[in-house]
């Protein structure tokens, strides 16, 4: 799934926050954001790699779902990071864990552990403003 916004910049986009929960059925991770929101792509792949580095990442979960916001970031304009932890492994029944494998240069690359291939849905929480979702069928 993808969706494409027109941001303009500065200020960029900020992730503040990554949270998430089980709930009957399926499980979520939710994206806060200061500032507008913005685009994102969210797909399976086969494996989660370093922005730059190329090098593999290694993290809980049999199959990845990798999400790119555009223009983000999850840090402040000095550098120092605006979300912790980076990395975070999870005991829900399908989400494994997460880690924000990329950040540079406005385009912010978060990765999901997944137990299995399921089905996603991603949205934006109405009435409240900055938040992206993504749930996982568990």
Do not use: C, W
């Amino acid at each position: 799934m993808t969706v494409k916004r027109s941001v303009p910049v500065p200020p960029v986009p900020t992730l503040l926050r990554i949270r998430s929960a089980t709930h009957a059925g399926y499980d979520r991770i939710t994206f806060d954001f200061v500032g507008t929101l913005p685009g994102y792509e969210v797909r399976y792949v086969d494996k989660v790699v370093e922005d730059g580095s190329g090098r593999t990442v290694t993290m809980p979960g049999r199959r990845y779902v990798q999400i790119r916001f555009e223009p983000a970031q999850a840090h402040s304009d000095s550098g120092d990071t605006a979300v912790t932890p980076r990395r975070m492994p999870l005991g829900y029944p399908m989400l494994r864990g997460y880690v924000i494998n990329g950040d540079f240069e406005a385009v912010l690359n978060v990765a999901l552990g997944l137990d299995d291939v399921v089905a996603f849905r991603v949205g934006e929480i109405p009435g409240t403003p900055g938040r992206i979702y993504v749930d996982v069928a568990a």
